[in-house]
Nanobody, 115 residues
Framework: QVQLAESGGGLVQPGESLRLSCAAS????????MGWYRQAPGKPRELVARSTSVGSTTYADSVKGRFTISRDNAKNTVYLQMNSLKPEDTAVYYC?????????WGQGTPVTVSS
């Protein structure tokens, strides 16, 4: 089993920044993909960004140029630096990890962007 511990969410004003962290622990065999999804009220969960074990990244069009995903493989941790936040970025953000052929989800951390 793999456990995911997320942190870094909160309430910010438009234009401000936040950094999310997700640390994986437990019986980690091999982590391939690490990423972030988000779910706004009344909307389906969507991919925000993900990173492969060799650093290849994918971003949703809505966050390109504003969000940056990075990972520390030695610490089994993935980060999401979110800059120039907009009200439409308001959602619960979930860490997602593909390890040993299984998908794991974090408990979610809320991000609210409001003036």
């Amino acid at each position: 089993q793999v456990q995911l511990a997320e942190s870094g969410g909160g309430l910010v004003q438009p234009g401000e920044s936040l950094r999310l962290s997700c640390a994986a622990s437990g019986s980690i065999v091999s982590i391939s993909l690490m990423g972030w999804y988000r779910q706004a009220p009344g909307k389906p969960r969507e991919l925000v960004a993900r990173s492969t074990s060799v650093g290849s990244t994918t971003y949703a069009d809505s966050v390109k140029g504003r969000f940056t995903i990075s990972r520390d493989n030695a610490k089994n941790t993935v980060y999401l630096q979110m800059n120039s936040l907009k009200p439409e970025d308001t959602a619960v953000y979930y860490c997602n990890v593909l390890a040993g052929g299984r998908i794991y989800w974090g408990q979610g951390t809320p991000v609210t962007v409001s003036s």
